[in-house]
C-alpha cells in the first residue's frame, strides 16, 4: 500500500462549507475530518460530511447517460445523448413556442461551480418558464432585499460573533447547520452569546433543537409570526423606542411604517399568535435595549400565508431599532467573489403565469405551479422540462399531482447524479461527475458566511474518461439549443477559457482580488489602466488559493458594505414599499377572523429537518439514515388523547389534497393543535433500495399547491389544515 495523502476541500452538502481533511490511499477514502486550520469551520463537521465516500462509491450513482426506452433504461455515449436531447428539445420550440420548455434548478446547484452557468443556460432557452427551490425556500428574504435594500442578494446575516440579543423566527441551525448563517459550527457561535451574557430566544411552533439550547423559547402558531413582529414594532412606536443611528439619512417611509402597523397592538395580536401581549412587550423592549441586537428568521417564516409581510417586519424590525449594517446586528457579508457587484438587481412580477397570474422573482415562477402548467392545455403549456439537481416530486407541494403531470411531458432531461422520484420520468438523464472528481469553490454560499474566507478544491479523484462535469453539460446544452448564441459575458469566457480561468478573473475583480481597483468607482482610469497592465501580485487569485489548500481567511463581517452600496446605486432603505402596504388588509382580514372560521378537529401542519439529512437524496447513505425511524408525526399528547391515539400507533393525516400514514410520536414539545412531519421522505422504487427501505411518507404529498402566500406566491409549508386519524 501508499502511504496514506490528506487531501483538503470544502463539503459541498449543506450551507456550512465546513472544511474537511479527507486521508485517502491507493485511491480510496480511508477517513474524512474536520479540517483544523479551515478559517471557517476550524475543524467541526456534521455527519453528513462523513457520507461523501458513500456517494463516491455508491453503485447507485449514475456514471453514464440513460435513456428511458420501452423495456427500460439502456446507457448510451455522451454525444447521442446531446443529440437526442437538443433534436427533442428544438423541435418542441419550434413547434409550440419558448413558453413550452420550462427548467427547474435544485438546491444543490447552488452549492457547486455550475452556479455561475445556470444564468447563461436560461438565457439560451429565452422565453421558456423557469422554476427553483427559491420559491419553496427564501424567496420572501430575497423579495425584501430587492423591495428595502434595492439588490435581492444582499442578504442581511446576524452577526452572532458579536450579538447580544438574538431573536430567531422560524429558524432552526443546530439541525440545518446555519442557514443563512454560514459558519462552521453555528451553534457554538450563538452559544458565544450567551456565554458573554447575551440572551438568546426562538420564536417557534415547536421546541426545537437550536430552542433547547436557547435561553428562552416562545411557542407560536403556525403563519402568524408577522403579527408578533408587527406587534413588536407597533410598541418600539409607541414606546418612543426608534433609533435609526447611521441609517437615518438613508431610511424613507418611517412615518408610514407606523401607522401601517398602528392597529397591530400586543393586545389584539396576542389570542392570534398565542403569545400573551406582556410577553410582547417584553421582547420589543429587551430588543431595544440591546446595544448589538438582530433578529432573524429563516425558512419557518419564508413558507408560511403571511411569508412575504413576516419577512418584510423581520427587515424592518432590524432597521428602526439601528441594528442593520451595525457590529452585532445584521450585516451584510463580502465574499470573494461579489455576485451583488456581478449579478442582476433582480425583479419582481415583470411575468405572471398562464393560469392563476402569479408572479415571478427574478423571472422564475412560482414552483407550485408547474403540475398545473404541464397539465393545462392551451397555448403556453409546458411540453418539455430540464431539471438540475432537484427533486421536485419529493420537495415541492402536492408533489403526487406533480408526478402525475411528469408523464404528461413530451419530453424531459435530467441533470442528475441518481435515478430518483423525479429523474425518473426523464428521457435521458445526463450524470455530472461526482462531488470528489471535480473542483470546487463556492461562489453563492459565501453571500451568507459569518466570517469571510475562500477555498479552492481540486478534484480527489479523476473523473471517469469523456465524462462531463454540471458546468460543462450546462454549457454543451446552451450552445447546441442556440448554436448563435452567444450568451452572458460569464458564459463566453467559460465556453473558451474554461472554468478554472474565469473563476481566477472573478477572484481577482473580487473585493479582495489583485485587480479589485478595476471595479472601483474612485478609482481614476490612470489607476485602473495600471493595473490592468501590470503583474498583480498582492489580493486574491485561483494562484494564491492553491498556494493555501486549507483555504484563506478574509476576516469577520464589518458594517458599511451596505451604506456602500446604497451610494453607489444612489438610492435609499425603503421601510414602507407599497407592494407590503397592498398585502397588509389580507392580514387584517384574518386578524379579526373568529377562532371557530377553522375547521373542527382540525390541526395545522408544520415541517422539521434534522442534522443527519438535507433533502431526499441524503436518505440513500445508509449511514445517516440508520438508528429510530425519524418519519414520524410529531403530536401533542393530549391531541392524541382526543383522538384516542397512543404512542407508536399508525396514523392516517389528510389534507385536501392527499393523506400519508405514519407512525404518531408523542411529545409536549410541540405546541398543542400543531402536528409535525419531516421533510425529504417518501422515496418510491426508483432503484434506491437504502432510501426506498425507509421511504415513510412524503410530507409534500399533502402540502396544498394552491394554499400560498397570495403576495409573493410562496407555497404554505407550515401550516397546513390537516386531520389525524389512528
Known sequence: MSETAIHYRTCPLCEAMCGLAISHADGRIVAIRGDDADPLSKGHICPKAVAL????????????????????WAEIGWEEAFAEVTQNLRSIRDRHGEQALAAYFGNPTVHTPALLMVPGLIEAIAGAQIFSATSVDQLPMMLASLQMLDHQLLLPIPDVDCCGFLLIVGGNPAASQGSFISGGDVMARIEGIRQRGGRVVVIDPRRTETAKQADEHLFIRPGTDFFLLAAMAQVIFAEGRVRLRELAPWVDGLETLREAVAEFTPERVAPKTGIAAAKIRELALALGDAEQAAVYGRIGSCTQEFGGLCNWLLYALNIINGSLDRSGGMLFPTPPIDLVRLGPRGSFARRRTRLRGLPAFGDEFPVAVLAEEILAPGEGRIRALITHAGNPVLSTPNGRQLDRALTALDFMVSIDLYLNETTRHANIILPPAGPLERPHFDAGLPLAAVHASAKWSPPLFAAPSGSYQDWQIMVELAQRLHPRFSG???????????????????????????????????????????????PARDGLSLHALR?????????????????????????????????????????????????????????????????????????????LIKGPNRCTLLLHPDDAAHRGIAEGDRVTVTSRVGAVTL????????????????????????????????????????????????????????????????
Open 53 to 72: 465516500q458513500d456517494i463516491h462509491t455508491d453503485p447507485l450513482r449514475l456514471r453514464a447517460p440513460l435513456k428511458r426506452t420501452s423495456t427500460g
Open 488 to 534: 452572458r459575458l460569464v458564459h463566453r469566457l467559460v465556453r473558451r477559457l474554461g472554468l478554472e480561468r474565469v473563476t481566477d478573473w472573478l477572484l481577482r475583480l473580487g473585493p479582495y482580488g489583485t485587480h479589485a481597483a478595476l471595479l472601483d468607482e474612485d478609482a481614476s482610469w490612470t489607476q485602473k489602466l495600471r493595473i490592468l497592465f501590470s
Open 547 to 623: 498556494q493555501h489548500p486549507h483555504g484563506i481567511d478574509l476576516g469577520a463581517m464589518q458594517p458599511g458594505r451596505l451604506m456602500r452600496h446604497l451610494k453607489r446605486r444612489n438610492t435609499g432603505i425603503h421601510l414602507a414599499p407599497s407592494l407590503y402596504l397592498a398585502d397588509l388588509p389580507r392580514a387584517l382580514a384574518r386578524l379579526t377572523e373568529s377562532a371557530d372560521a377553522a375547521p373542527r378537529d382540525s390541526l395545522l401542519l408544520i415541517g422539521r429537518r434534522h442534522v443527519r439529512s438535507n433533502n431526499s437524496w441524503m436518505h440513500r447513505i445508509p449511514r
Open 663 to 726: 407512525p404518531a410520536q408523542l411529545t409536549t414539545d410541540i405546541l398543542p393543535g400543531v402536528v409535525s412531519m419531516p421533510h425529504g421522505y417518501g422515496q418510491r422504487d426508483a432503484g434506491a433500495s437504502t432510501a426506498a427501505a425507509h421511504g415513510g411518507g412524503s410530507m409534500n404529498d399533502i402540502t396544498d399547491e394552491q394554499f400560498i402566500d397570495a403576495l409573493t406566491g410562496t407555497p404554505v409549508l407550515n401550516g397546513v389544515p390537516v386531520t389525524v386519524t389512528r
